[in-house]
Structures are given as structure tokens and as C-alpha cells.
């Protein structure tokens, strides 16, 4: 019995290392010509496992052997003849073939990938890749796979791939997961919450208080850590967590990523949260008095442009806008 485990053991392996090693193949043909966005795919993919790092240097090494030959071969003899004059069948002269000039970041990438797959006592930190926006930005991620990451204001992602599992961690912010079908499980950690999916897309927004999950296709499993049972959540559903509270709700996905287009969209909520959604895109903060914190609007607004919202409000005679440097409060008008 235990033979026929190592027997299948070794053809498993002999499978992954074949496909590792048409990868790097297939890597070595699109870094010729690769733009910026495929070089950061390129050195996610080395980072997944010092196999791809072996595997792109044994290939390199070879297309080098290779060019070196075809460049030493002797050409053929030619005949000792009187060259005729202006013939139309001359053949120009064989051209050595051109070797291949790889680019500086790609040995910058074969380095770090190196260092990165030294054993941490961090795996996260010191064996991911760190994808940051700052406030008002944002950013798309093609990671190893091939599945994407859409990243909102201020958000901190990492990824660390590796033979088990696709797993990234979402230290702070927001981003949506289109997730490519594997047999490796894709992971978000979130500290202990943990998000798990095979093919999917979801969106995941970490506040200081609380996470939501929002399944926009598929379906995905949550656990609030190791010791709790999974539990499902498909298309169109929504779970929010706090530390003592779980609520689901459902969900609009374009509303949900309605983001990803700098739009803002509110439907019958509170003047405080309003207020703390546009806060998470600008520099210009603004601040609600409290006994006008739950009054609730409703309007679709640029996510960059918070005077358009404030202009609105302007409109409300019962409002009172005040505005410095960099902050605007909003209080309820004294009665006359």
C-alpha cells in the first residue's frame, strides 16, 4: 500500500514539475516583448515557490546555451568561383542569431525572489507581496494565477502563494476577488476571520469595527477562525461581522462595486455613515453633529468629489455649513 502512495506521490510531483516548467517557458517568450503589467504578474509567479525561481533560471540558462551555439556554428565552405555580377539569385550571408539581452529587472526579480523564499517566522510579511493604495487611489492586481484583485482607497493587500493554497491577506481596506478555478483553494485572511473559494467574485471591506463579505457570483465559505464551523454564503448575499454580532443582508452587486467607478451610491442612510464613506476618499474631512447623525438621505455622488454632497446639503434650510482648511461640519440650524 505504502508503495503505491509514493508511486502516486512521485507522478503527482513529476505532473507539477512539468507544468512549472512549461510556465517558465511560456514566461521566457512573453518577457521579450512583456509591458508593465505583465512584469508584475511575472515576478508574482516567481514568488509563489523557489520551484518557479529553479525553473526560470535553468530556463534562461539554456535559451543562452542555445543562442551561444547557433551564434559558433561554422558556416558551410563556398566554392572558389569568379562571383557573378549583379545576379538575381545571390543569397545574402547567414546571420548569427541574435542573443538574448534579458532585462535588468528581471535579474532584480530573481534576486529578491531568492531572498523572499527564505523560511520567516512571518510568512505574510516577509515571504508576500505587498499591493498599498493611499487615499483617493486605486489599483488592479493580476495575481499569480491569474485571478484579480481590485483594490479601493487606502488598502493594504498581500499575497503569498505557494503549493497548498492561493492566500492572500487583507491587512486594511476594501477589494474585490475574481477569482480564476483551481484545485488550489483561494484564502483571504483577515487576522483569524478566513474567507476560502474556488472560482468566484467577492468583495471584501475591512473597517476598524467590522467586515463585510458580499458574494457578487459563486459562492464562498467563511470561518470567524480556525475552530468555527464553515459557513456558506452564495450570489447576492452579504454578511457583516462585528465583534459580537453577525447580520446578513442582500445585496445589489453593482451597487457593492459601484466603487470600482468612483461612485458613491446611498440609499436611505444615515447623514454619519454618508459622511465617513466619503471620508475613506479624501483629504477633506467631514464631521456631523450629533443630534443630526441619523438623519438619512439617499443619492448617487462622485466618490472623489465630496462639495457635491455638501452642496446638496446646502439646500437644507434646517442645516448649518461651516468650512475650514481642510474639514467642513455640519450642524442643525439654531431656532430663530
Do not use: C
Not at 132 to 141: L, N, S, Y
Not at 216 to 239: C, I, K
Amino acid at each position: 500500500m505504502s508503495e503505491k502512495n509514493t508511486q502516486r506521490e512521485s507522478i503527482e510531483a513529476g505532473s507539477e514539475d512539468a507544468r512549472i516548467h512549461e510556465e517558465a517557458l511560456a514566461w521566457l517568450e512573453r518577457l521579450r516583448t512583456a509591458g508593465t503589467v505583465e512584469r508584475e504578474a511575472f515576478l508574482s509567479w516567481l514568488r509563489v515557490s523557489p520551484k518557479h525561481v529553479r525553473e526560470i533560471l535553468l530556463a534562461t540558462a539554456w535559451d543562452k546555451v542555445l543562442a551561444d551555439l547557433q551564434r559558433d556554428q561554422p558556416r558551410a565552405a563556398e566554392p572558389a568561383t569568379v562571383p557573378a555580377a549583379k545576379t538575381s539569385n545571390t543569397t545574402p550571408p547567414s546571420q548569427p542569431l541574435r542573443r538574448t539581452v534579458w532585462p535588468w529587472w528581471l535579474g532584480v526579480g530573481l534576486a529578491s525572489s531568492l531572498f523572499i523564499a527564505l523560511p520567516s517566522t512571518d510568512p505574510f510579511q516577509l515571504y508576500g507581496v505587498r499591493h498599498v493604495t493611499r487615499i483617493g487611489e486605486q489599483q488592479r492586481v493580476m495575481l499569480p494565477d491569474g485571478s484579480r484583485a481590485q483594490l479601493n482607497t487606502n488598502t493594504k493587500l498581500i499575497e503569498r502563494y505557494d503549493d497548498r493554497e492561493r492566500a492572500v491577506h487583507l491587512e486594511r481596506g476594501q477589494a474585490t476577488f475574481d477569482v480564476m478555478h483551481q484545485p488550489r483553494t483561494f484564502v483571504v485572511y483577515l487576522n483569524e476571520l478566513i474567507v476560502r473559494a474556488i472560482g468566484t467574485r467577492f468583495d471584501i471591506r475591512r473597517d476598524d469595527s467590522e467586515i463585510r463579505i458580499a458574494v457578487l457570483e459563486g459562492t464562498v465559505e467563511w470561518q470567524r477562525n480556525a475552530q468555527d464551523p464553515p459557513h456558506r454564503l452564495s450570489g447576492g448575499g452579504a454578511v457583516t461581522l462585528a465583534a459580537s454580532s453577525t447580520t446578513h443582508t442582500r445585496i445589489q452587486p453593482k451597487d457593492v462595486v459601484a466603487w470600482q467607478q468612483r461612485r458613491l451610491i446611498f440609499r436611505n442612510q444615515r447623514l454619519t455613515e454618508i459622511a465617513a464613506e466619503f471620508n475613506r476618499y479624501n483629504e477633506l474631512k467631514l464631521e456631523i453633529a450629533a443630534d443630526i447623525a441619523n438623519r438619512r438621505y439617499s443619492g448617487m455622488f462622485d466618490a472623489t468629489n465630496p462639495q457635491s454632497f455638501i452642496a446638496s446639503l446646502e439646500r437644507d434650510a434646517t442645516l448649518v455649513i461651516t468650512r475650514d482648511s481642510n474639514r467642513v461640519r455640519i450642524d442643525a440650524a439654531g431656532v430663530p
